[in-house]
Every structure is written in C-alpha cells, then in structure tokens.
C-alpha cells in the first residue's frame, strides 16, 4: 500500500466549503418557510424592520421569526443592522415578486421536495428501478411550475414563438395547439391567453396535475393523455417544455408528435440548457441540473418502458438524435436562456 500525502490547506478548503454547503442544504428549508408564510413579501419595500415588526406583519412567532432572519443574514438573504433586517430591492426581484424573471422560491420548493424522498431514490441506486414522476409529493410538481413558469411568461409569447418560422401568424388567426406534458398548465394557459383565436389543449399522463390544471378558469383544455398516445391530429404547433427527456421512450413520444402534426405543422422542443459533454456542464446551472435528474428525471424515465434515461443534461447533439430517429428532418436552435434550449422541429 502506498501512503498518500495530505495537502492540508487543500483539505480545510474543501471542509470549509462543505460546511457552506451544509447550510445552504438547510437554508432551503428556510427559504421555503419564508416564502409559504409570506415573510419575504412581508420585507419587500418595506425598509428595515425589527424581528417584532415582521412578525406582527405576517401573524407569526417573533421568536421562529428571529432566528429565521438570522439564519438568512448569515447566508447574505437579508441585510442586518443594529438589531433590524432588511430585503434588498434586487433580492426581493428574486424572492418575493412571483412575476419577476428571477422568482426562485418555487426551485426551492421542487428542491426540497425532491430531496425527501431520498429513501426512494437510494434504494432505485441498488435495484436500478425507476421512480415514477406520480410517486413523488405535490410540491415537487407545485414547485416545477413556480420553477419553470417566470421563464415561459417572459419568453414564450415574446420570443420564443416569433423565432419560431410563420407560427405567430398562425396562432393569431386561429390554430390548433396541443401542449404535451403539460403538468399544472402554466405554459398551457400564457398560450390561450396570447392568443385566444386558437384552440389550445394541454395532456398530460398525470391526473393530480391534469386536476390541477382543470381547476384555473382559462380558454385552454386539459385531458391526461401521454405523449406517446395523446389525440388529436393535423396541430399546428405541438409543444413540450422540459419534459422529452424525463419520458421512457422519447423516441416514440417524438413519432407520435410527427403523426399529430399538420403537414406544415411545427414543434416547439424546450428542454433545460446543457451542452454536448460533461465538461460544458460543469457549472451551477448545470449541477442543478444534474442533480434533479439524478433525484427526478432519470428515474421518471427508468419506470417506463424503454427507459432510455436521457437526463436533465441531454444536450443539443442527443436531442437531435431522438427527433431524427422520428423521422423529423429539420431541428434547429432558435433560442436560449441561461436555463433553457429552445428549437424549432419541423418535417
């Protein structure tokens, strides 16, 4: 055996950057706490206030109050000043205005979810079973929407479609639409909003989110149906927003789209930001990523049939893949954001 050397200022480092990681672990609670108790909407614009104050203001325990703010000073959530917490103006864009680009809270909400059920999740590492996306708890899936939903209603209807080749034009006068993997319909509804001519219906395979979806008053429609096997035929836009690669069989999903489809019909494919290696993923966004797919979307695809586990990080060139496969023949990018690959797929 070979004795190995020990860098000890390296091994401090890391221990010290684990111990940052260990609160950011619980910080995530907290920050799911200050988000379901209306605390940091409490603190948006109102200047500094004391422990006392913000409890008053959300009908809430001084005490769990405190430490709270504590916890989320020490993490640089909040500013501290003799004895009173302030939200600053740019970190309330991300923590308390559900309209802004940036809202977080919902990620955390998806994150900590995810997180409980480990158990499941360790227990697939050794059996090399899947986990079904309906066996996980509602705020993972109340959470995916809070996620994704401020990036679809600052991008979907103001430049995602209109990169898209004469589909705007389309939906103003009236199209047929079909949002696949829909979930709780967030993308669904900012469609029928923008563009109340057409007829927009969202399918999903899960019936807790389908229900979900059914319960907001809006001009779409939703049926739990699967990719594989929704109706309907002759669509002139076909959408899925970051659900191809949690699908078992992607493949057929992206055949049955092609059938689904009008003769110049299109699909939008908007799948999470990730380049072709691993080295390009190497970076916050895409250790996020990975590690919801490790905890959600490879055992989502693992528990259905094929289960060919693309993952969160698929990347440009393994897409591509997968609509060629299904006999689509144009695939291009039409646009990105720092979460999100958008394409245009078209016969």
């Known amino acids: ?206 019936d807790a989110s389908i229900a979900a979806a059914n319960a907001k008053a809006s001009a779409a429609s939703f049926q739990v149906a699967s990719a594989q096997d929704f109706p309907g035929h002759d669509y002139d836009l076909v959408t899925t927003f970051d659900c191809l690669h949690d699908m078992g069989d992607p493949v057929r999903a992206a055949h049955h789209i092609r059938q689904a489809l009008a003769a110049d019909g299109t699909w939008l494919l908007v799948e999470p930001f990730a380049g072709d290696t691993v080295e390009e993923n190497l970076n916050p966004v895409g250790r996020v990523y990975y590690a919801v797919s490790t905890l959600v979307c490879t055992p989502a695809s693992l528990s259905q049939d094929v289960g060919l586990a693309l993952g969160a990080q698929a990347g440009e060139a393994r897409l591509r893949d997968v609509v060629t496969a299904a006999g689509f023949t144009r695939f291009r990018r039409v646009a990105e954001t720092p979460f999100n690959l958008v394409f245009e797929v078209r016969r």
């Open 1 to 206: 055996m070979t004795t190995q050397t020990i860098d000890e200022a390296k091994l401090q480092d890391f221990v010290m950057t684990a111990v940052g990681e260990l609160g950011a672990t619980l910080n995530a609670a907290l920050v799911v706490i200050g988000d379901r108790l209306g605390l940091y909407k409490a603190m948006a614009g109102a200047g500094a206030l004391t422990p006392r104050e913000l409890a008053d203001k959300t009908q809430t325990s001084e005490r769990y109050v405190r430490e709270w703010l504590n916890a989320q000073a020490a993490g640089g959530y909040v500013a501290y000043e003799d004895g009173r917490y302030a939200l600053p103006a740019e970190h309330a864009m991300a923590l308390a205005e559900e309209d802004s680009p940036v809202f977080l809270p919902g990620a955390f909400q998806l994150m900590t979810a995810a997180v409980r059920d480990e158990p499941k999740i360790a227990e697939a590492f050794k059996s090399g079973a899947g986990v079904g996306w309906h066996q996980h708890g509602h705020d993972l899936f109340e959470g995916c929407e809070r996620f994704f939903r401020p990036g679809y209603q600052h991008n979907l209807t103001q430049t995602w479609i209109p990169a898209l080749e004469g589909v705007e034009d389309k939906l103003r006068a009236g199209a047929r639409v079909a949002d696949v993997g829909c979930g709780h319909g967030a993308s669904t509804l900012i469609m029928a909003d923008a563009y109340p001519a057409s007829d927009v219906r969202g399918f999903d395979y899960h």
